[in-house]
């Protein structure tokens, strides 16, 4: 169904929404000049090079209308991480949680929004998604072939591909480092002496293609983002910045409760009291920052439009966060009493503590570039692996609740076709 809206919309829409008009400069640059240090170092907007560069291969192959072509080609990147994740997935020793990782991702809101317009979501994540699906097979091999040896190059070459694509995948490389660590303490002295060249040597294939981006751009942004030069007075670059992870806590809150919609009410959440009083007083804290907490994005457009004045936004927001804070409480109590099971899941412990490591990375992110809801978009499967542990069968609830997602997704998508 996401497919058949898409294509409809890139044969229907043709002119540009969203960022299409600033990131189809850079899909122009990189399609009619190639890949150079020079085009490199003069990318315009926030993201990295290599979902640029795979819609510019798009254009330079389909040769066409611009704008669609690399429309097409992030279409093609949503149907290449099926493929990735329901072709691969099988020839895991965890395909359930890599099934529920697709399904979450699928359902978010903004992808449909992000497999018709030019987004930089898509190509990353095909990368992000290889690289954690081969690589957390490669390291929970306790027997090292030639086999396991290229998934954890794969692995490591995709990771940083994706870091390269979307900066916000770093947290994926630092997850890793510290999964390596734990799985090195659990093994056999025996196991170790061929265990631990794959890992390195996966890890530092990660490495290899950030490094070079950071030695292109000489450091995590484009010098026109570091610089302010890109989107007029908008600059990203690293250095601290104390506020931005409770932005990435809040909005990470907000959709771990469709997620696991109903954990709330599961009978062996006994802290009720406890929980409800932490929640209230965490809605009346968001009631009172609601400037800071509603960043651009469908949340920030829907209590608008309910809320209608200051006030009313106020107390819608306040109500919706005490519900996700207990819903939050809920989810992590029964992690709790399920982590002994959860642990033994290569790939959920690696999305754990991606998303620890997602929220961390915030604290380097300084400039006045706003946290837009759409981030959320690149920690999504990790989101879904996370949830399946705890909680991982679909009840009628909980498929309601997706459907409902993905309905939203395709208000957001169309709208943008029958606006002004």
Known sequence: MNTVSSLFFIHFVRRPVFDDSNYLRDVHRYATEGV????IRRNITAPGPTSFVWMAAAVRALDGNELRDARLACLTSWLAIGGIVLLGARYTHYPGPWYAALLFTLVLPH????????????????????????????????????????????????????????QYY??????AGIYAMCRWRELGFETKSLWLPNAITSLVAACVTVLLLVSIWKGLSSPGMAAGTSYGTVFSKVGPNPFRPALAI????????????????????????????????????????????LQPGPLKTFIEFVGREPVGERLILGLITAVAIYNAIGLGYLTRQKWAAAKSCPPVVFAM???????????????????YEIYIL?????????????????????????VFLSLISQGLLWRHAFGA
């Open 250 to 293: 809040f909005y990470i809150m907000m959709y771990l409760f469709p997620f696991s919609f109903p954990a709330m009410f599961c009978p062996a959440f006994t802290r009720r009291w406890r929980a409800a009083v932490i929640a209230a007083l965490g809605g009346i804290g968001a009631a009172l920052s609601a400037s800071f907490l």
């Open 111 to 166: 992808t449909l929004t992000a497999t018709a317009t030019i987004r930089a979501e898509g190509p990353a994540m095909v990368f992000a998604l290889l690289g954690a699906l081969a690589w957390t097979e490669s390291v929970s091999r306790s027997t090292i072939t030639p086999r396991v040896v290229l998934l954890g190059l794969i692995g490591g070459l995709a990771m940083g591909l994706a870091i390269d694509g979307r």
């Open 170 to 175: 770093l947290a994926m490389l630092a997850a």
């Open 353 to 371: 503590l991606v998303l620890v490591f997602f929220i961390g990375e915030q604290f380097g992110v300084s400039g006045n570039l706003p946290f």
């Open 36 to 39: 150079s240090v020079d085009s």
């Open 378 to 402: 690149q920690i999504a499967p990790f989101l879904g692996l996370a949830v399946f542990a705890v909680l991982p069968k679909l009840t009628l609830p909980r498929v309601a609740s997706l």
